[in-house]
């Protein structure tokens, strides 16, 4: 069987089948509700704009370590083309991509990640197919978030410039991070849990960054689903801390987060601009936006976050 | 010579280069300042939301009308595969997608479009090259949009279901439009400008929906000039109003609004809902984010537009 | 069931499993031995070339029909690049291409189609996933074709421009298209099996060319078998005879050949200039080279078929 | 200038243009005519063949090296896919690519290297563009090569398991190479130049394997063009000596050869497997196929070429 007793007993738990109807395919994205949305909104007093991707290019972090899995190639189809053929009239640049959908600031379908044969809310893992991709729990689905942000500041908290790879968080490291944001999280509210992990993917060691790392890990999934957190993403390529804390339950938070809660979550996210701005205007709440594009079917889908202060 | 006269007068009334300094890429992305953010925010009341995109998949608008133009191909990376190979043991399902840039719900480059030898702010058209795209005033200069959104809505105020292919678009249904929205544009508002085109699209006839269309015009330039807007979008596949206005001016809107005012355009974006909405709520002004995806040196981007009221 | 009574007969008395081992993933592609490149090879006097493919660009008969398969796409990554920046220094031109499999002139796998949970000699169907493809019968297990290729040139023998769309080939066809060539098929020849059909496709009417055909039917199974036939191409895109001869068993040639015979087929090919070459030079048979595009685990390969006279 | 003073003596020496017309884009394909046919054919003897091509997948040697060329990802569009959905009926496998052209075994477009603004028989560079490719000198001008192909066994000559990194192969080599395969170069043969670098590709060294290497440079141009050699292959990535013998006159084989002889050249070849055939069966003459894939002005294109003994 897939996880150890006491996994099992955790899943068990945090389950939100059911919760949100037989038909749900959004989990804990019907958190993210208008109040959270006002939420967020109430918070913008200065207009100012902070974007939370990583570009989409050949530096991606994607670079052959997960099978299949391509950086962006972005190239042209025509570059100054006139369709008169006179020189100065009126000329077309146009381009194409080609991409894995995971290349860069992304975020996961329920869908993505399955087990004992079964995804999200108990649709059977078949509805994934070759030819149609997810037909239930796709990335489509889960729909915009409109919501407040709160920066988890690790590195902040812990007084370091980032968190050790293997560093697997903690609930008291969530509580200790919240009270230094001075917020209360309520339900729907999005974390951006900084680790600082993505200073590596700025240094241009991919390979550092791709690989061991801290992250969200089994000390975290209740406190998730006891504060009914919207979404959670990660300045990390993997999400979960790597190595993971016990090889016979690889990849468990993406087993339990996914398919068990429901829950929203996505990964290289960029918080260092973040970071400082939330020093320099003293507060680690703000609005955040995050429209998925919506691929129909897609097992993860590239998105834009921005936080607005 | 590139333009008739009079829209060579045109086209220098209009002319922002310099506007925003000599080293300006974002045009008119530079009016949705904070205070239009600010507004746009301040219209958040029911926390309730519309995406204004549509779907990414086979059936996209981008059928081979443009030379190399094609709809979202998403494939399967991984189906249901186990790291363990046991069965009923956690497993991934994992895609990837080749796309014109410009398949879904986009937003123009302003280097999408040069004439004379210049793009937005005089940087030579040369900027665009095979290998690094728009090296100068690429889709992802423009960054994140949060500013108030106001509906255009021209079928609502002209009593039809939708505006005539052919039909070019006029100052004065802007101004009624604005009039029976009930608002005075400012600077940094988006326009959505509803034609009600995206119906064909809806409807399967996506020949018709590219081909003859209603959109904005020569008459319609000054006018969103005049008014400081920061960026119009419309429910169109080519923008501008086709067949052209003057066949010797073809994509003149393209040339004008990218090259000269530098101004923020996309397509493809659906309004219907929207339309609903604002008659359902009684007002056409509300919170508008879409954050095109961060696509380096790319010639337009897909962008995931969010109406919130 | 997959077939009725007669067609499973059919299937079982074609069926080529075990014939050339348990392990075998090559089907006919046996019979292109040693003594079928020599036949080949013998014919070879003027030292003249015909190109049997189909060029591999925006036109390809890929056109939507069947789900996700596109024309080749071939873009730029370097246009004139020069390394050191000087104008008419050293440049270099680059390119990058996606495409369907079959896209062009093709091959296919005999993994390509499978029935009752099984393919080629009986390795379960499952042998094909997401993330590997083809791990048995893959297009890069069947290797070069060297052998002698014989033109059936249906339209010649029956003295039309082209055969009618749906027209089933029958093993009377064949015989009179031997004779009409002059030759006694041999084990491991391969026939060019000339409808005509492709006129359409040059005269583009890709719709025409791609739905309604002539072709091989379940009349021609058992004389292929019988002559121990190498492999059989066609100038169609669905290779064998459309509509079917039975909407129960829709595909059934595919399923024989594929499945039950591990017949090496392949479809796109172009054999109205060698129709004329076969005509000025008094004979049908030559030596045909057709090495398969090796790519791993592939469910079907770009072939450039060439005969030489 | 982009040539030293020796070197576009050279340059000038061995250029073909005019030689075949005016119109000419295939160069020395031309001397590949019905005699080195035939006489390519003479050779087969025993009907045994030699791939002389590497596998197409994600280990290709092109891993990012040169920008945005990447390794053929194959995804699958359907797997055991059902039209009727019922278990155990006919089910079909199908699949997709995207690579760069060059990604395996290929031969490269005239067009693929320019200077001074011209390609091979003088036309205009500009001939390339972003939207349409090589309007000029395409890898679909060259056709199909039949002809008799010798192996250049440069490590066997020498005595070494493969050349040094760095080594510029001489013309005294290929007297050497040619005298220990006991043949008088004729015009229109095939030389297949064995080094033995691809021995660090198959070890999966493909780092090693990309970048120094062995191979053909400025002492070897006018051996082949006084011997009027068709066409040379090499087991190399880079297909010239690396390091260039001199920087300043970076890529200068690919410069002579392909705009100025219009030589055909190909890369990523494997002849380990042919040179242990030519020892065993001590000779080192044989019947050469190649056709590359006939890509619409593609810049270089995929190739299989086989060996027949």
């Known amino acids: 069987m897939a996880l150890p007793d006491e996994l099992q007993e955790l899943a068990a738990k945090v389950r939100n089948w059911g919760r949100w109807g037989d038909d749900d395919q959004r989990g804990t994205q019907n958190l993210i509700d208008a109040d959270a949305s006002r939420r967020g909104v109430a918070l913008v007093e200065h207009g100012r704009h902070r ?8 530096k991606s972090p994607q670079q052959g370590g997960a099978p299949g899995r391509i950086a962006p190639l972005r190239t042209m189809l ?4 006139s369709y008169t053929g ?16 995971s290349a860069g600031t992304h975020i996961d379908a329920l869908a993505h990640c399955t087990y004992g044969g079964q995804m999200y809310n108990g649709f059977p893992a078949e509805r994934v197919t070759a030819s149609k991709g997810a037909t239930r729990c796709g990335a489509d689905k889960l729909g915009p978030i409109v919501s407040r942000g709160i920066l988890i500041d690790l590195p902040a908290v812990k007084g370091v410039e ?17 009270e230094h944001a001075r917020v209360t999280v309520q339900a729907g509210d999005v974390l951006l849990v900084r680790t600082g992990q993505v200073q590596l993917f700025h240094g241009g060691d991919t390979y550092a960054y791709n690989h061991d790392s801290p992250g969200l890990s089994t000390h975290t999934v209740e406190w998730l689903h006891a504060h009914d957190v919207g979404a959670a ?19 468990v938070v993406h087993m339990i987060h996914l398919r068990d809660m429901g829950f929203v979550q996505g990964q290289n996210f960029d918080f260092e601009g973040l970071a400082a701005d939330c020093a320099e205007l003293g507060r680690h709440e703000f609005l955040l936006t995050a429209h998925p594009e919506p691929f129909t079917n897609a097992l993860s889908a590239p998105v834009h976050p921005v936080a607005t202060f």
Chains 1, 2, 3, 4 share one sequence.
Do not use: K
């Open 233 to 251: 993403f990660t300045d990390t390529y993997i999400y979960e801390v790597w190595p993971p804390q016990d090889w016979a339950a690889m990849m």
């Open 51 to 58: 974007s939370l991707a990583i570009g989409l290019d050949e």
């Open 162 to 178: 980032r968190l050790e790879p293997g560093y697997a968080i903690t609930a008291e490291d969530l509580d200790a991070a919240a």
């Open 86 to 101: 006179v020189e100065g009239d009126c000329a077309f640049n146009d381009d194409t991509v080609v991409m894995a959908m």
């Open 78 to 81: 025509a570059v100054n083309e």
